[in-house]
């Protein structure tokens, strides 16, 4: 949904239409001279969760987490228990899901 750093809203929460970008470094190290063309989609949780149920599955937990465990944004700031938020959006936003789902007998 956002930009590269979550300045602004660029990219509907839906999934509508592929998203192209150009970027330079890895998730790891944003410094690494590497240029990557990436494809990506955004799934809601809705989507996400219908497709589950719809193969036989039954959703036992979904827990949703206002930090990430990896610094793999731009823009991150570091919690004092380790984790990482957005600056500037600290405590507001989903950042990382658990789902957990069982196969229906």
Known sequence: MFDDTFSRIDYSYFNQNA????????NADRNAAI?????????????????LIKHGL?????????????????????????FYQIKGLEKKIPMIYALKATKSA
Request: overall charge negative.
């Open 19 to 26: 998203i192209v970008s150009q970027s330079t470094g890895t």
């Open 35 to 51: 240029s990557n063309l990436s494809v990506e989609w955004n799934h809601s949780i809705s989507e996400i969760l219908q497709a």
């Open 58 to 82: 039954r959703i036992d937990i979904l827990r949703e987490f206002d930090y990430s465990s990896y610094d793999c944004f731009s823009n991150t700031v570091k919690t004092e228990d380790g």
